[in-house]
DNA sequence: CGCACTAGTTATAAAACTAGTGCGGTGCTTTATT
């Protein structure tokens, strides 16, 4: 069977997306290659259909559990058994069966945690590899550095000499990110396909706002006069279930998300987001990857997001239908600040490095020395691996050019919010693109908004008094 | 770091001030012992 047939009878697909079929050739060929194709363009299909032409089982790298088991209820919808996920999701008795018959599966999906561990690449030094992939690569830039160190140790299984094609694939990549993925993941000259990132059907506001109090009633009034579905990303897990119970009290179906909720409730509120049963959620960064829903109307931000890429991914979720939709930004001034210590909380500074050091060297354990010298968790486990690779002094240098990179980017976020310009203009520079053909609903620097689309109707609004007043009596109710 | 909130202060009652405190994201793993 040749790409097309396969393409038709396994995916029920007549043509290729633009981009697909180049990347998909090259892997073929054995080259290494990254996809960077914005959310909802059929990525998964650049590692699953070459898979069919090629013998060997196909290794998916993957940064969340919740992701590889979509993946594989995916794949499993296609009519393909032969896939795993093993991660701890799985009881130890299910995992060592999964190991034991390992050599029968096509899809075989791992963390970079559990890629590195020694059992596991001995078992994959076994198997003829057809090739790796490496899903949401951008994570080897956004969390390798300072959060998750395993995603830097890949560079130790990919240097191989002899070693299969590796697929990267990621929504975001500037030309850091791009060179971050080839680096760590040792590429050797990889073809790069690269989608163009703007949706032109998103339109972008950025609001100037006093304090909080100001946010949560603008929110309030947008979601009572505006259509959903939507996303309210907010800074902290506290003010995501505060502003949630706000929300749900003017009888609008929401729900908080975030990091400190449990898997299943968090798996529940998503799927009932995707299903339409809740209109809005209110989460922190942790809710996005992996959420295939289509008809995302507004992605509203209380907070400064970390980097641009973090914005643009987050805003990428309004829209994947290609009807109209709007991001807005508010913010005020104190945000700066507020995101500066969330981002440089993490990073120790040169003393605590060297105090941590000199702990080291006394012969105290690495857990307490961390715990004197006043080390996060986070901290500590990345100077450990930084320790590993590199001399006091060296490390100290990564540590300060980890702090740059941040500055950096916090310093294009701050550049954002004061733009005078076009804001679309102004993120989409920061990829290296350039602005297509501007429509008119740009954003709030080009132009009024008018955004009619955006506002209920009598009959909507009605129906979601209602659904407070039932809300009300079921409360005084219960 | 800097904001938001609380408790305590002032002084003859209520409200305004001050000092003190708490809080601030992202996820993979998981040993042996309770």
């Not at 790298?61 to 996920?85: C, F, G, T, W």
């Not at 972008?204 to 979601?223: C, G, Q």
Request: hydrophobic share 40%; proline share 3%; aromatic share 10%.
């Amino acid at each position: 069977m040749n790409t097309h047939e396969i393409l038709r009878q396994r995916f029920g697909y007549e043509a290729f997306r633009p981009g697909q079929e180049e990347v998909i050739r090259h892997i073929l060929s054995g080259r290494d290659a990254i996809a960077i194709f914005p959310t909802g363009m059929g990525k998964s299909l650049c590692y699953q259909l070459p898979a069919y032409l090629l013998n060997g089982p196909v290794i998916v790298i993957s940064p969340l559990v919740a992701l590889m088991e979509d993946q594989v209820a995916n794949l499993r919808k296609h009519k393909e058994k032969r896939v795993v996920a093993i991660n701890s999701f799985l009881s130890k008795q299910e995992k060592d069966l999964a190991l034991q018959t390992i050599d029968r599966y096509k899809f075989i999906f791992l963390s970079p945690e559990m890629l590195m561990q020694d059992g596991i690449q001995k078992l994959i030094q076994q198997l003829h590899i057809a090739f790796f992939v490496v899903d949401e690569a951008h994570c080897i830039s956004e969390w390798g550095f300072d959060f998750r160190p395993d995603y830097l140790r890949l560079k130790e299984v990919f240097s191989e000499k002899e070693r299969p094609p590796i697929l990267a694939l990621t929504a975001t990549a500037n030309e850091k990110v791009t060179t971050d993925i080839t680096s760590y993941l040792q590429l050797r000259s990889p073809f790069i396909e690269r989608q163009p990132i703007d949706r032109p059907a998103i339109s972008y506001s950025l609001l100037h706002m006093e304090n909080h109090h100001a946010k949560t009633e603008w929110i309030a009034n947008r979601l009572i006069t505006t259509v959903g579905p939507g996303i309210i990303y907010v800074a902290s897990r506290k003010r995501a279930d505060e502003l949630a119970a706000i929300i749900h009290q003017k009888g609008i179906r929401v729900a908080s998300y975030h990091g400190g909720k449990e898997q299943d409730e968090r798996s529940i509120i998503q799927e009932q987001f995707v299903q339409g049963e809740l209109d809005w959620i209110c989460a922190t960064n942790a809710f996005g990857m992996g959420i295939h829903k289509d008809d995302i109307r507004q992605i509203i931000h209380e907070h400064l997001p970390a980097t641009p890429s973090a914005y643009i991914q987050e805003v990428g979720r309004a829209g994947r239908d290609g009807k109209k939709s709007s991001a807005t930004l508010l913010y005020s001034e104190r945000d700066i600040q507020k995101l500066k210590f969330i981002v440089y909380e993490d990073l120790p500074d040169d003393q605590q490095i060297r105090y941590y050091y000199s702990l080291l060297q006394s012969g105290i354990s690495g857990k307490l020395a961390a715990e004197q010298s006043g080390l996060t968790e986070v901290a500590f486990r990345m100077l450990e691996y930084y320790f590993e690779h590199f001399d006091i002094e060296n490390v100290i240098r990564q540590i300060r050019q980890i702090f740059q990179v941040k500055e950096h980017q916090i310093a294009e976020m701050e550049k954002y919010v004061q733009h005078e310009g076009c804001l679309r203009e102004q993120l989409l520079s920061y990829f290296g693109e350039k602005l297509s053909v501007s429509n008119g609903d740009c954003c709030s620097n080009c132009h009024q908004l008018k955004e009619d689309w955006l506002i209920k109707t009598e009959v909507e609004q009605k129906v979601s008094n209602e659904l407070d007043w039932k809300e009300r009596l079921f409360q005084l109710l219960g």
